[in-house]
Every structure is written in structure tokens, then in C-alpha cells.
């Protein structure tokens, strides 16, 4: 028997969203900085304040053309662990506010606060509360936009910024929803954008007007029935708590300076280890590889690797990272690379797989050991030491004497 979802009768999932979290945070922490354009990260734009976006700065915009746009701008360091400090602080307004919180990032997270009118009052009292406590007592701003379904809540935060409040009325969804431009539909990059573009397309409301079948025919039958059901505002997805991540990455911006292979082994061996920590943090195993590149065109280019036993043993996902980064090697030297990012995706929980390396994969993975135990326990090593002395305490040598910067903050794995 198919049971209908009941349509809300409240725009009550709200999605709150920190604006310029960095910037706001070095604002916040540093007085001489509020009403100044501030950039967080010098070589790349890690963030920007409000006041460098209005001059056309954007992240990741490399540092030097940031700089041309807004000559005055204040550049700082990013303090990542004030930033995490900050994002636990603002998480623990979400939960005593509502039990059914899905966090996006470290600055954004979906709400359901249906049910709560009798306690807190209606989903614009309750988005008002949260900004308040927020302002009081983290000393930030945030918008927060609220809807009958996800993706109307995220585009009303979008549409509200910066540190504002909007929340969009249940029956008024389409009137708000179709004189935007159809760069506020998920999905819709640049690529797409353009095609839409040609085809005559530039607002949502054209979208729904076109059609289907057109759609599909113009974007393929996959984004084209996604588009098209999002310009009718219809998304029944529920706001989920203690959802895992499908995939784990990291990536690192390298700049438009040429860089030699050395250099490049270096940034993957970096990211590898970081990457194998965290798995094992988050007790659990990985199955694919895959390599993501950017170059000095913009253009960019992926490349994986299924590996023949979930892992989350940093050798083998190290030579298998290894392996992706020499086969696109000769694409690297005719186009150049100014990002390289690595993803470990269809992940499991370690439990739930036997792990059970043979010998001989052990040995091509560029082990030191003699069979696959030693390798575990080398990485459990490596993490006890690291944990205890500093994450740069144990290092590979390649890794000596360079400086690969601190991951960006994010919500457990």
C-alpha cells in the first residue's frame, strides 16, 4: 500500500547559515577589523569579509587577484580551531532549540522545528530567537530562511543574506520561487547555466514554463526531471539527524607557479595521511580513490580507482593515490595544476566489513611489513603518537620541511 507524505502545514524547516564564517569570526575577535574588507588564507581566499565581497572578491579566488580587486583588504591567517570553537557553540543553539538538526558544514544546518508552535512559538519567532542567541552569545551573525521543504529553505537563506530573515509562506512558494535566476536551483553550475542560457532560459519560472520533456531533452533525462521538480518548489526530503557522510576528502589550492613532481607527491602524501586518520577516527573503510585535479585553464578533471578490499590502512590508500596521480601525470605537465584534492568514497562502517588483506596487495600498497598486520599496526602507532605529540610529531620525509597548512574545519566523519 503506497502511503502519501503529508504536505507541512508550516514553513517549518529552517536553514540557518553563518555568513562569511571566517571573516565574521576574525571580525568578531578582532575590533580594528569590523567594517574593513578582511580576507581569511593569503594564497588562496580561504574567505572574505562582506565588505571585500562587495568588491567583487570571492573564495577560492587566488590571493594576488584578490588583492588587485581590493588593494586595502586586511589579510589574515585562518585560526581554524576558533573556528571550530565558534561552529560547537552555534550547534549547541540549534539542538536546545530543536531535536532534529542535520548539520550541512561547519557553518550551516538544516532545522524541522514542526510541532514546537506551543513551546517556542512559529517557525519566524523561532528563526528570530536563533539569530538573537546566536548574535548574544557567539557574536555572529547568521541568516536563517525557512520553508515547507529543504531546498526552499536553503534558496530563502541565499535570497535573505547577508545576517537577515526570510521566511517563505506556505501557498506562496511559486511566487517566490520563479523570478529567481536558475543559478539558485541545486545543480545548476556554470556548464548548465550556459545551456539554459542559450536555450532562452533565465529564470526559474522559465524552467517550470519549458517543461520536462524539454528539459530533459536539452540538460539529459537525469537533471532534467531534478530541475524541473524543483522549480515546482517540490522536495520531500526530511531534515535527518545523525546522517554519515558518503565520502571523506581534502583538497589543497597549489597556486598558478609551476610545480614539480616532487611538489605534487609531497601535497598527495599530505592529504593521505590526514585522510587516513580520519577514517580510522570515524571507524571506517573506504572503497574507492579518487583524485580530483584543477588546471591553470580552469578546467577540471577526476580520476578513481575501486580498490579490491575496503581499507582504511594509509599505505594502501596512499599507493593507490600514488598510482592516480602518475597516470595524470602527462596531462599535469602540458596544462599545469593549481588544485589537487583527493576523495575516499563508498565508505562503510569497519564493523561491518571483514578486512581481510591478502599478502600480495599488502606488498604492492609499498608496505614495510612482512604481512598485512604490521601495516595496521603501524598506522595505530602513528595516530597514538601523533595524538599525543602534535599532528606534525611523526612525519614522512617527504613531508620534512614543508608546510601543507591545516585542514579546514568540518563536522565529524
Same mark, same amino acid.
Given at each position: 500500500?503506497?502511503?502519501?507524505?503529508?504536505?507541512?502545514?508550516?514553513?517549518?524547516?529552517?536553514?540557518?547559515?553563518?555568513?562569511?564564517?571566517?571573516?565574521?569570526?576574525?571580525?568578531?575577535?578582532?575590533?580594528?577589523?569590523?567594517?574593513?574588507?578582511?580576507?581569511?588564507?593569503?594564497?588562496?581566499?580561504?574567505? %572574505? !569579509?562582506?565588505?571585500? =565581497?562587495?568588491? $567583487?572578491?570571492?573564495?577560492?579566488? &587566488? /590571493?594576488? @587577484?584578490?588583492?588587485? #580587486?581590493? *588593494?586595502?583588504?586586511?589579510?589574515?591567517?585562518?585560526?581554524?580551531?576558533?573556528?571550530?570553537?565558534?561552529?560547537?557553540?552555534?550547534?549547541?543553539?540549534?539542538?536546545?532549540?530543536?531535536?532534529?538538526?542535520?548539520?550541512?558544514?561547519?557553518?550551516?544546518?538544516?532545522?524541522?522545528?514542526?510541532?514546537?508552535?506551543?513551546?517556542?512559538?512559529?517557525?519566524?519567532?523561532?528563526?528570530?530567537?536563533?539569530?538573537?542567541?546566536?548574535?548574544?552569545?557567539?557574536?555572529?551573525?547568521?541568516?536563517?530562511?525557512?520553508?515547507?521543504?529543504?531546498?526552499?529553505?536553503?534558496? %530563502? !537563506?541565499?535570497?535573505? =543574506?547577508?545576517? $537577515?530573515?526570510?521566511?517563505?509562506? &506556505? /501557498?506562496? @512558494?511559486?511566487?517566490? #520561487?520563479? *523570478?529567481?535566476?536558475?543559478?539558485?536551483?541545486?545543480?545548476?553550475?556554470?556548464?548548465?547555466?550556459?545551456?539554459?542560457?542559450?536555450?532562452?532560459?533565465?529564470?526559474?519560472?522559465?524552467?517550470?514554463?519549458?517543461?520536462?520533456?524539454?528539459?530533459?531533452?536539452?540538460?539529459?533525462?537525469?537533471?532534467?526531471?531534478?530541475?524541473?521538480?524543483?522549480?515546482?518548489?517540490?522536495?520531500?526530503?526530511?531534515?535527518?539527524?545523525?546522517?554519515?557522510?558518503?565520502?571523506?576528502?581534502?583538497?589543497?589550492?597549489?597556486?598558478?607557479?609551476?610545480?614539480?613532481?616532487?611538489?605534487?607527491?609531497?601535497?598527495?602524501?599530505?592529504?593521505?595521511?590526514?585522510?587516513?586518520?580520519?577514517?580510522?577516527?570515524?571507524?571506517?573503510?573506504?572503497?574507492?580513490?579518487?583524485?580530483?585535479?584543477?588546471?591553470?585553464?580552469?578546467?577540471?578533471?577526476?580520476?578513481?580507482?575501486?580498490?579490491?578490499?575496503?581499507?582504511?590502512?594509509?599505505?594502501?590508500?596512499?599507493?593507490?593515490?600514488?598510482?592516480?596521480?602518475?597516470?595524470?601525470?602527462?596531462?599535469?605537465?602540458?596544462?599545469?595544476?593549481?588544485?589537487?584534492?583527493?576523495?575516499?568514497?563508498?565508505?562503510?562502517?569497519?564493523?561491518?566489513?571483514?578486512?581481510?588483506?591478502?599478502?600480495?596487495?599488502?606488498?604492492?600498497?609499498?608496505?614495510?611489513?612482512?604481512?598485512?598486520?604490521?601495516?595496521?599496526?603501524?598506522?595505530?602507532?602513528?595516530?597514538?603518537?601523533?595524538?599525543?605529540?602534535?599532528?606534525?610529531?611523526?612525519?614522512?620525509?617527504?613531508?620534512?620541511?614543508?608546510?601543507?597548512?591545516?585542514?579546514?574545519?568540518?563536522?565529524?566523519?
Amino acid at each position: 500500500m503506497r502511503v502519501e507524505r503529508r504536505e507541512r502545514e508550516e514553513a517549518s524547516i529552517l536553514h540557518a547559515d553563518l555568513d562569511s564564517f571566517y571573516a565574521s569570526v576574525e571580525q568578531r575577535d578582532d575590533p580594528a577589523l569590523r567594517g574593513r574588507p578582511v580576507l581569511v588564507g593569503g594564497g588562496v581566499v580561504l574567505a %572574505a !569579509s562582506y565588505e571585500a =565581497k562587495a568588491r $567583487g572578491v570571492r573564495s577560492p579566488m &587566488p /590571493g594576488h @587577484e584578490a588583492r588587485r #580587486l581590493c *588593494p586595502d583588504a586586511v589579510v589574515v591567517r585562518p585560526r581554524f580551531d576558533a573556528y571550530m570553537e565558534a561552529s560547537r557553540e552555534v550547534f549547541d543553539i540549534f539542538h536546545d532549540t530543536t531535536p532534529v538538526v542535520e548539520g550541512i558544514s561547519v557553518d550551516e544546518a538544516f532545522l524541522d522545528v514542526g510541532g514546537l508552535g506551543r513551546v517556542s512559538g512559529s517557525p519566524q519567532d523561532i528563526a528570530t530567537t536563533i539569530r538573537r542567541r546566536v548574535r548574544d552569545e557567539v557574536g555572529l551573525p547568521i541568516t536563517v530562511g525557512g520553508a515547507r521543504s529543504k531546498f526552499l529553505a536553503k534558496v %530563502a !537563506s541565499a535570497v535573505g =543574506k547577508p545576517d $537577515g530573515l526570510l521566511i517563505v509562506a &506556505p /501557498g506562496t @512558494e511559486l511566487s517566490f #520561487l520563479h *523570478p529567481l535566476p536558475v543559478r539558485r536551483l541545486w545543480g545548476v553550475g556554470p556548464v548548465t547555466e550556459a545551456k539554459l542560457h542559450d536555450a532562452g532560459v533565465e529564470t526559474v519560472g522559465d524552467i517550470a514554463a519549458l517543461g520536462q520533456r524539454a528539459l530533459c531533452s536539452l540538460l539529459g533525462p537525469g537533471a532534467g526531471r531534478h530541475l524541473f521538480a524543483l522549480s515546482l518548489a517540490q522536495d520531500p526530503r526530511r531534515v535527518e539527524t545523525g546522517k554519515r557522510r558518503h565520502s571523506i576528502g581534502s583538497q589543497r589550492a597549489l597556486g598558478r607557479r609551476p610545480k614539480s613532481g616532487a611538489d605534487l607527491e609531497a601535497t598527495i602524501v599530505a592529504i593521505v595521511e590526514r585522510l587516513g586518520k580520519r577514517l580510522r577516527t570515524a571507524e571506517r573503510v573506504c572503497r574507492t580513490v579518487v583524485l580530483r585535479l584543477r588546471f591553470d585553464d580552469f578546467t577540471r578533471a577526476t580520476r578513481s580507482r575501486t580498490l579490491p578490499e575496503p581499507t582504511d590502512r594509509t599505505d594502501i590508500v596512499m599507493a593507490t593515490a600514488r598510482g592516480l596521480l602518475a597516470e595524470a601525470m602527462p596531462t599535469i605537465r602540458d596544462s599545469g595544476c593549481t588544485l589537487l584534492g583527493l576523495s575516499l568514497t563508498n565508505l562503510d562502517p569497519r564493523d561491518s566489513i571483514q578486512l581481510t588483506l591478502p599478502f600480495d596487495t599488502d606488498r604492492a600498497a609499498g608496505s614495510v611489513s612482512s604481512g598485512p598486520g604490521v601495516g595496521v599496526r603501524l598506522d595505530t602507532t602513528m595516530d597514538l603518537l601523533r595524538e599525543r605529540f602534535g599532528r606534525d610529531s611523526v612525519t614522512r620525509a617527504v613531508l620534512i620541511g614543508r608546510d601543507h597548512g591545516d585542514d579546514a574545519p568540518m563536522l565529524p566523519d
